[in-house]
């Protein structure tokens, strides 16, 4: 590689995302011989291992443009192509990327793809365009007191959503029935208060899906959510089961959503939901990058194609993007939980992964699949850390670990392995966790009961 030569620009990520980041380090590295510079805020040792260069700047302070711009003074001339890949700075990256003269979706009208609320602003604004594709636009608000609260409530009887309009990760997401505390789901939501907290209509619509992709090419994945009070994503599932006519009404609403956020030729995971007769939907919400939940390494799975190796090939200026995908087999992503509340710190990858190995056997075993017909695409822990996790989730922190499965026999549905795979790996983790973090795990009850 040449150190003094051309750079890929990337402007901040998630942690949970890094070997994503360094995927697509490594395909810049070897396809186009570019070193990387990151910019992200409060930059660490595993930052340090990830990049080339790394500048340290908060991409949501007010002057992030300004101070990266002027970070970047050694590079600048050199940068080659970049890509924004967080929901934090997908407009202020968009606009330091404009700046340095660099092909970006658009900066102004990025902000909907971040801001849930100014997504709906948007929307208020288009009502009768999207009213003419069958998109539901949602009554929503932003609040800043019980007693904005409680005008709301008043006008929506039948229930709400109340959630914070800057997070994700169904983080903060609370559905509000009727009889429910108002005060309870203030207080709930108190955190969130600062940066923005709305109260949203409810979508009448029980499917949800995802319209993700890349510039013009694109695919529609399945939520799986459970019910209740705390609406957590607890799998993936790819290709989506519908009919043609159902995919065309969410083609329409998730492009619909890609033209108020500016979205062009990056990247977008647009969240929808579908109704029981298939001709209507509505955006929950849009987002200006890659889906999360190993969306696109399922895609890599069912189609064969690396959705990050295009969108490097599209900063970087080469490559083509294929005009249709083929889907040679099902695939999903599966978010592993606990059987009941405990203490918990994750064991070495390689225990994890025999334990996911196994309940894949079983749920084989069960549904009478043949050998090599349900494979295991990836495992991973989630967080290093000792905490606790609730037996009910209410985020996606609230996992101790997220899967990635292909399966080749098109008489099983994936969404029945789904359930199993679940049911069987809260029983694995349960009999295959070591004496001493069960014996860890009842002092840590202990105390805290005490």
Request: charged share 25%.
């Amino acid at each position: 590689m040449n150190d003094c030569g051309e750079k890929l620009l990337i402007i901040d990520y998630n942690l949970s995302r890094v070997e994503e980041v360094a995927h697509m380090r490594d395909y810049a590295r070897r396809r186009f011989n570019v070193g990387t510079v990151l910019v992200r805020g409060n930059p660490g040792a595993k930052d340090e291992r990830l990049c080339d260069h790394l500048v340290g700047v908060d991409p949501l302070s007010p002057s992030f443009v300004a101070q990266a711009y002027d970070a970047l003074a050694n590079w600048r001339d050199h940068i080659r192509g970049g890509i924004v890949f967080s929901d934090n700075a997908v407009q202020s990256g968009a606009a330091l990327l404009e700046r340095i003269g660099l092909k970006v979706d658009s900066s102004s009208l990025a902000l909907g793809a971040f801001s849930k609320f100014e997504y709906r602003h948007a929307e208020a604004r288009c009502r009768d365009l999207l009213k003419s594709q069958r998109v539901m636009t949602p009554d929503c608000t932003l609040i800043r007191s019980m007693t904005d609260l409680r005008q709301f409530a008043s006008t929506h009887p039948e229930g709400f959503v109340i959630k914070p309009s800057c997070e994700g990760n169904n983080r903060g997401v609370v559905m509000m029935r009727p009889g429910d505390s108002l005060e309870a789901a203030l207080e709930e939501l108190s955190p969130y208060l600062a940066a923005g907290v709305i109260c949203e209509q409810v979508i009448p619509y029980q499917r949800e899906y995802s319209f993700d992709g890349l510039g013009g090419l694109s695919f529609i994945t399945e939520k799986v959510s459970v019910s209740g009070r705390y609406p957590v994503e607890v799998a993936q599932v790819l290709p989506a089961p519908l009919v043609h006519s159902e995919q065309e009404t969410i083609r329409r609403a998730g492009e619909c959503a890609n033209w108020l956020v500016g979205q062009r030729d990056g990247p977008f995971h647009n969240e929808i939901k579908l109704s029981d007769d298939g001709r209507y939907a509505a955006v929950v919400e849009p987002n200006r990058r890659p889906a999360g939940m190993k969306i696109w390494t399922l895609a890599a799975t069912v189609y064969g194609v690396d959705f990050y190796h295009l969108w490097i090939d599209s900063v970087l200026g080469e490559g083509s993007i294929p005009s249709t995908l083929m889907a040679s087999c099902q695939a999903a992503t599966v978010m592993l939980g606990v059987k009941q509340d405990r203490w918990f710190e994750a064991p070495d990858v390689t225990r994890g992964k025999t334990m996911f190995l196994t309940t894949l056997s079983r749920t084989a075993k069960r549904f009478g699949l043949p050998e090599g017909s349900l494979r295991s695409i990836d495992f991973s822990w989630i967080g290093p850390e000792h905490r606790f996790v609730p037996s009910v989730a209410r985020d996606n922190s609230d996992f101790v670990g997220c899967a990635c499965v292909s399966l080749y026999d098109s008489s099983v549905n994936i969404g029945d392995i789904v359930a199993s795979v679940r049911e069987y790996w809260a029983d694995e983790l349960e009999s295959g966790m070591p004496a001493d973090a069960v014996a860890r795990d009842a002092e840590d009850r202990a105390r805290t009961l005490a």
